[in-house]
């Protein structure tokens, strides 16, 4: 468990080790005080809550405390419910992406724990995705969500690359939650 001086904590909050001090000691900063010592130290999920609760950035903090979801598909309608379940209150960021090459400058840039590939995109295209990002090695323990159409077709391929597929229509509030509980896994997401 990573824990923060108050003089750490003030330099990511931008402001004096006096302020910091004066949350911890008004309750508002959770933490715990050294013992026989009047050092305090603030645990890494009070810290962020804290941000959070506060409106506050989260700086260098952000990549351990959001859960950043890359969207390739072409459906806004999908899109659109993706996000609105997919919100930054609940420790979500997204961006999207239409094309398989829009998604690799997104991947480069945006560094996601989740991509979901929408294969309404076109077939071809959209396993070109996965199989491209398998083979960077920056991105092998990226999460793969594959959305398939339900056209009553038979899709064959290989699902070895892909760590999830739903079948549409699918329920987006239980795709947001198995995506938490999978990039939970990796991360401690408050």
């Not at 402001?15 to 715990?32: C, E, H, I, N």
């Not at 961006?95 to 309404?120: K, L, M, R, Y």
């Not at 391929?157 to 947001?176: G, H, Q």
């Amino acid at each position: 468990m990573k824990v923060f001086t108050t003089g750490q904590v003030a330099k990511i909050c931008k402001v004096a080790p006096r302020t910091v001090s004066k949350w911890f000691d008004s309750g508002r900063l959770k933490g715990y005080r050294i013992p026989g010592s009047q050092d305090r130290r603030i645990p890494r999920e009070y810290l962020i809550r804290f941000l959070k609760e506060h409106g506050m950035p989260l700086g260098d903090l952000e990549d351990e405390a959001m859960a950043k979801v890359l969207i390739v598909a072409q459906d806004q309608v999908l899109i659109e419910n993706l996000k609105r379940e997919l919100p930054v209150e609940r420790s979500f960021r997204t961006s999207t992406a239409a094309s398989g090459f829009e998604a690799g400058i997104q991947s480069e840039s945006f560094h996601p724990d989740c991509i979901i590939v929408d294969f309404s995109i076109g077939h071809v295209e959209a396993l070109q995705i996965c199989q491209n990002l398998r083979r960077n090695v920056d991105f092998t323990e990226t999460i793969l969500i594959a959305l398939l159409p339900d056209d009553g077709s038979s899709m064959s391929f290989d699902r070895s690359s892909i760590n999830e597929t739903f079948k549409k229509p699918f329920d987006a509030a239980l795709l947001a939650e198995r995506l938490r509980t999978l990039i939970g896994a990796k991360k401690e997401l408050v």
